[in-house]
Structure formats: structure tokens, C-alpha cells
């Protein structure tokens, strides 16, 4: 079976108000609908089937929700919107699992940029003299984005410090 996208084809509207006409054109086909012709084969597609629009050289040009379809296998209007629907079906589901893997490389992404390197917090924790910068805590430490890598921060030293837990969770939901 083979059903290929007619491309470039469109649907035209040509005329306004009571004198609007649709035509369709597809390659040097172009096919004049009356506005009776046009409401119908709207309500077609949209309900999911397929219209037969032409017939030029032994192939079916064919009118779905999908655009237009070029036939050349004699197929009725169930199986062009059969057809039809698979493809759609099969494009969301391609789709659905390009975003889950981007959304799985994003996560990789986002934890390797949240990394402190181990020279980054030796330093760090030199500098804060081992202490939560804000209370002087000197247990439950924890390293901390001063902007959170999230909303752009890195891991050079000046966006780290030291914070207790307590203080941690304080500042997390001041920013929240
Ligand atoms: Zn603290």
C-alpha cells in the first residue's frame, strides 16, 4: 500500500460571504469545491475519514485532517483514514519518546552542571571556615548554590558556600 503525502498541496479559499469558494491545488491539479461540497467534505474529515477529491493518471488525491494524500493503490476512504490514523499515531508516539529522552538528558545535564568539583569545595570550605556562613553552625554542613543551578548558577567558587541544613532548608523555601 502506498499513500504519500501530496506535498505542497492546500486549500484555498477564494471569494467572501455568500461567493467564497474553496479550491484545492495539488501539483498542476486544482479542483473547485462549492461551498455545499466544501461543508461536507469538512464535516468528513473532521470526523476522522478521508475525502476523494480527484483522480489524475491512475492515482487518488485524497483529503484527510492530516492534509492531502496521494494514492495510487485504489484504496477506499476507510483505508486512506485508516492509514491516516496510524501515522498520526505512530508520529505521537515517536514524539512522546523523543520528549521522555530529552527530558532523561536534560536530568544527566542538569546534575552534571549541579557537580561541585572536589578543588572547588576545598577551597570553599577553607574559605567559610568550615562554618554555615549564615549561623555559624559547624555540624550538618552542606554545600550550597548560592544561585541554584536551576535558574543559572555554576559551580565556581563564588556561587558555593557553606550552609547548615537548617539554614539550607530556610533559604530552599525563600526561594520557593
Ligand atoms: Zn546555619
Known amino acids: 500500500m502506498s499513500l504519500k503525502r ?4 492546500e ?18 491539479l486544482t479542483v473547485r469545491l462549492d461551498r455545499r461540497a466544501h461543508e461536507r467534505h469538512l464535516a468528513t474529515i473532521t470526523g476522522g475519514g478521508a475525502v476523494p477529491l480527484a ?8 483529503w484527510t485532517a492530516d492534509g492531502c494524500y496521494w494514492d495510487d493503490d485504489g ?14 499515531r505512530r508520529q505521537d508516539a515517536r514524539l512522546d519518546r523523543l520528549r521522555k529522552i530529552r527530558a532523561a538528558e536534560e536530568a544527566v545535564e542538569g546534575s552534571r ?3 561541585i ?4 569545595r576545598a ?19 552542606q554545600f550550597d548554590h548560592v544561585i541554584p543551578v ?12 557553606v550552609l547548615c541544613a537548617d539554614c539550607n532548608r530556610l533559604k530552599s523555601d525563600s526561594i520557593a
Open 123 to 141: 577551597f570553599v570550605w577553607h574559605r567559610d571556615e568550615g562554618r554555615c556562613v549564615r549561623c555559624g553552625a559547624e555540624e550538618s554542613l
Open 113 to 115: 552542571r549541579a557537580r
Open 11 to 28: 486549500v484555498v479559499r477564494t471569494g467572501f460571504g455568500i461567493f467564497a469558494r474553496h479550491e484545492v491545488h495539488a501539483g498542476r
Open 6 to 9: 501530496a506535498v505542497g498541496a
Open 75 to 88: 484504496l477506499d476512504a476507510d483505508a486512506v483514514a485508516l492509514l491516516v490514523w496510524d501515522r498520526q
Open 150 to 161: 536551576a535558574k543559572g548558577g555554576g559551580v565556581a567558587a563564588e556561587n558555593i558556600q
Open 55 to 62: 483522480t489524475e493518471a491512475g492515482r487518488t488525491l485524497w
Open 117 to 120: 568539583p572536589d578543588e572547588v
